[in-house]
């Protein structure tokens, strides 16, 4: 089994910065894909940013240009570093990997979430 713990969400005012965390944990051989997503209320999960191990990124065309995402693979370590935030960027943010394990095979894990405020 894998854990996935966030952190780094929080109250900002608009035009600031927050940086997010999320540690991975457990039986870890390697870690495919990590990624953020965000579900703000009464809208459906969306993907915000992604990177694999070898570094490659994407972005939603939403935060391009604001966010970046970076990984530490020796840590298991995913952030994701939010400027410019905007009041559209509230909501639940969700931690998302797809680990290989040591023994059971490949799957996909999420975090618990972390609540980012953005006031106007």
């Known amino acids: 089994q894998v854990q996935l713990v966030e952190s780094g969400g929080g109250l900002v005012q608009a035009g600031g910065s927050l940086r997010l965390s999320c540690v991975a944990s457990?039986?870890?051989?390697?870690?495919?894909?990590m990624g953020w997503y965000r579900q703000a209320p009464g809208k459906q999960r969306e993907l915000v940013a992604r990177?694999?191990?070898?570094?490659?990124?994407n972005y939603a065309d939403s935060v391009k240009g604001r966010f970046t995402i970076s990984r530490d693979n020796a840590k298991n370590t995913v952030y994701l570093q939010m400027n410019r935030l905007k009041p559209e960027d509230t909501a639940v943010y969700y931690c998302n990997s797809n680990v290989v394990e040591t023994i059971r095979g490949t799957y996909d894990y999420w975090g618990q979430g972390t609540q980012v405020t953005v006031s106007s």
């Open positions: 990177i694999i191990r070898s570094g490659s990124t």
């Open positions: 457990g039986s870890i051989f390697s870690i495919n894909v």
